[in-house]
């Protein structure tokens, strides 16, 4: 059975940092592409940045210079560093797998809260 399980989340101020984890139980974890989502209130899901087993990357252009994706292969662990917080990044914020033939993400974590106050 596949879990991914998110951690640290939290309050922070605007302009502050904090730092996803995304422990990934996966049994062949150089199959998947790992991303990360978030999602507001009243808004639609939408992709942060992913990362291949080689280190690829994309970021969305609402984060592209505040945030930075990385993977721990060998533990299979995933990490969004998140700086220059701004209040509209308040969020539940998932990470998520998908095999590399695939488009669709297969696998989802339970999310966890960012709340950024001004």
């Known amino acids: 059975q596949v879990q991914l399980v998110e951690s640290g989340g939290g309050l922070v101020q605007a302009g502050g940092s904090l730092r996803l984890s995304c422990a990934a139980s996966?049994?062949?974890?150089?199959?998947?592409?790992m991303g990360w989502f978030r999602q507001a209130p009243g808004k639609e899901r939408e992709l942060l940045a992913s990362?291949?087993?080689?280190?690829?990357?994309y970021y969305a252009d609402s984060v592209k210079g505040r945030f930075t994706i990385t993977r721990d292969n060998a533990k299979k662990m995933v990490y969004l560093q998140m700086n220059s917080l701004k209040p509209e990044d308040t969020a539940v914020y998932y990470c998520?797998?998908?095999?590399?033939?695939?488009?669709?993400?297969?696998?989802w974590g339970q999310g966890t809260q960012v709340t950024v106050s001004s």
């Open positions: 990362i291949s087993w080689s280190g690829t990357k």
């Open positions: 996966l049994v062949t974890f150089s199959d998947y592409r």
């Open positions: 998520a797998a998908r095999t590399t033939t695939k488009i669709a993400y297969d696998y």
